[in-house]
């Protein structure tokens, strides 16, 4: 019998991740470092010879990108809890319990989803005062919606790292395929150049890849500019392709988490 879902598991495994990410202060502060790096090394240094894309600063276009970068490290790489869990025992103690499977990934996915955002709102705050968006009224609007696009990215990839993580037993492992993984995707995102200027069969590349959406969907957002490679409405495609590649991540980390073994 199928066993229902179950809200007080969900906000539980959920809690649980909150507080571990809040007890990792160096984890967070490396995270953020790295991030800050980027920004701080391409968008006030390489920024000062490039001048700028699409009629705003350097910083401006590629903040959005690296906001997404942290999501992308910090969303993927909790998929490795899974991995502890087993090992330490306490997967087996979820395992057993009288919830469904999918309760319990659920809430994995929904607290990677929020630490993650939680670090990507803090870039925003952080890109902002380095002077990457100009203070309007409707930046205001977009930042709210910004949070939300960052929440679906951040599904979406602890829902790969959830699967990655319940297919392998060792961290090595798991860490090395999924900076094989991470690297081309934050690459071809098209966070450092525009895709209408790179050659034919880099746009496919960047087109097949499911963060180059959501770096699309965050200048929008904040910076009101999205490429006009995806036509007139821009936006909807990029929140389209976005919606489909969390709800077909989210779908796969609770399908090889429910068959996972202790």
């Known amino acids: 019998m199928v066993q229902p879902l179950s809200f007080q598991a969900i906000y539980v495994i959920l809690l649980r991740e909150l507080k571990r990410y809040w007890r990792a202060k160096a984890r967070i502060i ?4 790295q991030s800050l790096f980027f920004l701080v090394t391409f968008g006030m240094g390489l920024g000062g010879f490039i001048g700028g894309f699409g009629g705003v600063t350097y910083l401006s276009y590629i903040s959005p990108g690296i906001i997404a970068m942290s999501l992308l490290f910090a969303s993927i790489f909790s998929g490795v809890s899974v991995i502890f869990d087993r090992q ?3 997967l087996k103690e979820m395992l057993i319990a009288p919830v469904s499977r999918t309760s319990i990934v659920i809430g994995k ?13 803090i870039m925003m705050v952080l890109a902002g005062f380095m002077g990457a968006y100009v203070l309007t009224p409707r930046l205001f609007i977009g930042a709210v919606g910004a949070i939300g ?6 599904a979406g990839f602890v829902g790969l790292g959830v699967a990655i993580g319940s297919l392998l037993n060792d961290f090595h492992a798991f860490q090395l395929l999924v900076t094989f993984v991470m690297w081309p995707l934050f690459i071809l995102s098209g966070v450092f150049f525009p895709i209408d200027a790179a050659p034919p069969i880099v746009q496919i590349a960047i087109l097949l890849d499911p963060l180059f959406y959501g770096v699309e969907l965050l200048r929008w957002c904040l910076l009101g500019t999205i490429t006009p490679i995806l036509g007139p409405i821009g936006w909807l495609i ?13 779908g796969v980390g609770t399908y090889f988490f429910s068959r996972a073994e202790v």
Do not use: K, P, R
Request: no cysteine.
């Open 238 to 250: 990029a929140l389209a392709a976005l919606f489909a590649f969390t709800a077909v991540m989210v």
């Open 149 to 154: 696009v960052m929440l679906l990215i951040t």
């Open 30 to 33: 490396a995270s953020m470092a």
């Open 88 to 90: 330490f025992g306490f």
């Open 109 to 121: 996915i929904l607290g990677g989803a929020t630490t993650a955002s939680i670090q990507g709102v």
